[in-house]
């Protein structure tokens, strides 16, 4: 209805829906507190021995997190024997689902031939074959997570090029060493100006010092990389960035962006690192390079690659990759683990095929389009986007281009969807900054069931 302040009447349906919102995530929350009373125990045990009692800061829950007991295909149970159909995804690792049988053959003989070894196997070369030719690549080298893998990429780089500086994208997370540990969520008041972002570090604890190593660039403007490489263009090693923006929602570059990227850094003798920890192995077989048909200079990958165990990879041109044999420090005891190797063999060339692509577009066009439509039939400011086993809905009507587009989302109409998805047994990622990842054991009832019970809240929320 409009006002006289508001003659569209858009300010007084938005705030509406924020108030609606509060409402439901009162009662919500209410609801999933009293369902998760031994998750509740579980974190008063936890937080003895564990800062905000996780092993990671990312599974921290408010007031506490749920603590899951098991998982089964595309289900998990928490330790109050509640049921979920999983659309967390481990944060997007749990692309085969849980507990496939391939995969659990797969480890199975491997736990019985011998876990570790920190020597070279047979499966770790038949693993490195397999990415090279999946992705394009020349050489790879193995890590243990994105994190490792993005820290080697920017060392093998700055080896590479003798430089030191580093390009990044305003609002992307990059793993938490340093070095990118900069501009990943800064606050609107914090930003700088448009043309220049301001380098801001995300955690204490980071020398003040590592700031003038790490330069910030907005996301969708080759305009402004290209700025900044023609004033400080011979100090800097390499750019890294999500070829797709996968932790505000997801954000897909627009048309010729990547390839402008990429010509730019070739122009300047610059490494093109693209950060496929979250796009490899979910938006397409061959990741975003393939998607978006663009080949990086070196490429990182880690979650959806190794069948739900703790490995990573990264790799790329032979010319780059053969610094680590002279000169560029590249190790870790458990690189290229058998176990982990073996399960990620078995989830690339058994599970993963190009039929199970085929399988997740279809499920992934599914659930979007019946998010879509709630939305739209509620008039809901949001909208949908759908990469196939990666989707999202993100609260904010437009898509975004940026991570400043971002910032415009309303958080609180996802701090209500959460608990209701929760409450109704969907289990999701506890962040509006987060994705859906869907697995080849989902099945179309699920995302039907999914579809049924964000229709509900949207319908709720609407009243």
């Known amino acids: 209805m409009a006002t006289t302040s508001d003659p569209t009447g858009l300010v007084t349906h938005s705030d509406r829906l924020s108030a609606r919102a509060a409402e439901l995530s009162y009662v ?7 369902r998760t009373e031994t ?19 990312f599974q921290a829950g408010d007031p506490y997190p749920i603590y899951v007991d098991r998982g089964q295909a595309a289900k998990v149970w928490d ?6 159909l999983d659309f967390h995804g481990g944060f997007g690792v749990g ?7 391939k995969i659990v053959e797969a480890v199975t003989l491997a736990v019985q031939s011998g876990t570790h070894f920190a020597a070279p196997t047979p499966v770790t070369v038949a693993l490195a074959e397999e990415i090279c030719r999946r992705f394009d690549l ?12 993005t820290m080697d990429a920017i060392r093998v780089a700055r080896a590479a090029t003798g430089r030191d500086v580093v390009v990044k994208v305003e609002g992307s997370y990059h793993g938490h060493h340093d070095t990118v540990m900069f501009s990943v969520l800064p606050n609107a008041d914090a930003l700088g100006g448009r043309d220049m972002p301001t380098t801001m570090p995300m955690s204490a604890g980071i020398p003040a010092d590592m700031a003038k190593y790490t330069l910030v660039v907005p996301f969708n403007d080759a305009a402004a990389f290209e700025a900044l490489l023609a004033e ?14 996968m932790n505000i929602g997801i954000v897909e570059p627009e048309p010729g962006y990547l390839q402008a990227l990429k010509d730019l850094c070739e122009r300047h003798g610059v490494v093109l690192i693209f950060d496929e920890v979250k796009s490899g192995a979910t938006v397409a077989e061959g990741g975003a390079g393939m998607r978006y048909g663009v080949r990086p200079h070196l490429a990182c990958f880690a979650k959806a690659l190794f069948g739900g165990t703790p490995g990573a990879a990264f790799g790329g041109d032979d010319a780059i990759m053969d610094v680590i044999g002279h000169g560029a420090a590249q190790m870790g005891t458990f690189n290229g683990n058998p176990l982990v190797a073996a399960a990620g063999l078995a989830s690339m060339t058994q599970v993963m095929t190009p039929g199970a692509y085929a399988y997740l577009a279809d499920l992934g066009a599914r659930l979007s389009a019946g998010c879509q439509a709630a939305i ?5 400011p949001a909208h949908t986007v759908d990469l196939g086993a990666k989707g999202c809905v993100s609260f904010r009507k437009e898509r975004s281009r940026n991570y400043r587009d971002f910032l415009a989302t309303k958080p609180e109409l996802f701090g209500a969807a959460f608990p209701w998805a929760i409450n109704r047994g969907i289990f999701m990622t506890p962040g509006d900054e987060e994705q859906w990842t869907l697995s ?6 699920d995302v039907d069931r999914y579809v049924e019970v964000f229709s509900s809240f949207c319908e709720s929320l609407a009243s």
């Open 28 to 34: 919500e929350m209410a609801a999933l507190l009293e």
């Open 39 to 57: 998750s509740k125990a579980m974190y008063e045990r936890a937080v003895e021995h564990l800062p905000l009692g996780v092993p990671s800061s």
């Open 79 to 84: 330790v109050d024997d509640n049921e979920y």
């Open 95 to 101: 692309i085969a689902g849980h507990a496939h049988p």
């Open 138 to 149: 020349d050489k790879v080298r193995f890590a243990n997570s994105g994190t490792e893998a």
């Open 232 to 245: 400080r263009g011979d100090e800097v090693a390499c750019l890294i960035l999500e070829p797709v923006m």
């Open 376 to 380: 739209e039939a509620n008039g809901i």
């Open 440 to 445: 080849v054991q989902h099945t179309t009832d």
